[in-house]
């Protein structure tokens, strides 16, 4: 039934109709899942997420302009993992998109690992779907400081994604567009063509792959899932990011590709003012009415998966996840829009009972 609502959508994108018609399946609607947060209750240590070397989370300084509604938390604590699950449900939320690097073993790739492994475990038993973003930047970090050469540091970035194919991939629970799972490569940035091409050749699953608009007609590469439209240190207007998408949703779904649309609430990044880099730019949340436009046009896209970018990524401020600043605004947006049958008090009830 999947298979053939996404058979009609791609139909009337290639009428040029201005949205799929009422009776169309909704798409599906994922939230991007930062996993990387480390607490000093928990892991023992305030980790670089909550910190980025600048700021001290004990004096209640956070490398964040916002600052979570219970307070900065760790990714592997069980009561946050079960709370943001159960806030993603009550939203109405189908499912996460995680961010990670791979099983094992450098800086804090296996604690970003082991919270994944955690949270896929809440999301199942949710009923809810997940997929993977995973990252190939890594590859550099591995010829730089652990001093691999280049066929060496392939060779693991390569063994994260044969490890995720044999251990993830073909999950019950994992998104799947028709018979195939979906993938998302945050690049290809380090893998050049010839090595991204020999790893996804490998792939058993035969994933549908995802990447970077700007990178997704390379060779092994599907289609492209739309990001937080920044650019260049630039506070980019309302009408500068809604038309720079709906020209990436037409030329990409007339063409036939795949293609994941996003929802985004802002952006407003903390690099400069840790010193950990330059800022990416800006755009302004108009006190919910981008999260709320972006999310409408993503929705009447004519794209199968709705990406929200992102849940938690306090680095650059675009998460929804309840904060102190914004409360439960964005989720409420969505129950209402998708859930508008729920319990208007339900999303209030987890959150008050996780601040207990």
Known sequence: ??????????????????????????????????????????????????????????????????????????????ATIATQVALMKAAGI??????????????????????TTLLIAELKKAGLKFALC??????????????????????????????????????????????????FIFGPQYLDEAEWSAIRASLKQNPLVYALPHLSRRPGVDGAFAWVPVSEGKSVTSEAWTKELAELYVGEIKA???????????????????????????????????????FDQAMRSGAPIVQIATWNDYGEGTGIEPTAERGLRDLELL???????????????ILEAAKR
């Open 94 to 115: 189908d499912g996460a998109i995680i961010d990670w690097n791979g099983p094992d073993g450098f800086d804090d790739y296996a604690m970003i690992h082991r919270n």
């Open 1 to 78: 039934m999947r298979r053939w609502g996404i058979l009609l959508l791609t139909f009337w994108a290639w009428l040029g109709a201005a949205e799929p018609p009422a009776c169309a399946p909704r798409p599906m609607v994922l939230v991007h899942v930062m996993p990387w947060f480390e607490s000093k209750a928990v892991s023992g240590r305030w980790g670089w997420h909550w910190t980025m070397e600048k700021t001290d989370p004990d004096k209640g300084a956070l490398a964040s302009h916002d600052r979570p509604a219970c307070g900065p938390y760790d990714s592997g604590d069980p």
């Open 134 to 183: 995973v990252e190939d930047s890594p590859g550099h970090r591995f010829m730089k400081e652990r001093k691999l050469t280049r066929t060496q540091a392939t060779t693991k970035v390569a063994a994260s994604f044969a490890w995720a194919d044999a251990h993830w991939l073909n999950d019950p629970a994992y998104v799947r567009l028709g018979e195939r799972p979906t993938l």
């Open 335 to 349: 129950r209402k829009r998708l859930r508008p049958e729920a319990d208007p008090a339900e999303l209030r009830r």
């Open 256 to 294: 036939g590709r795949p293609t994941v649309a996003v929802a985004f609430p802002g952006y407003r990044d903390f690099y400069a003012q840790a010193g950990a880099g330059k800022s990416y730019g800006s755009i302004d949340y108009r006190d919910g009415r981008t999260f709320a436009d972006s």
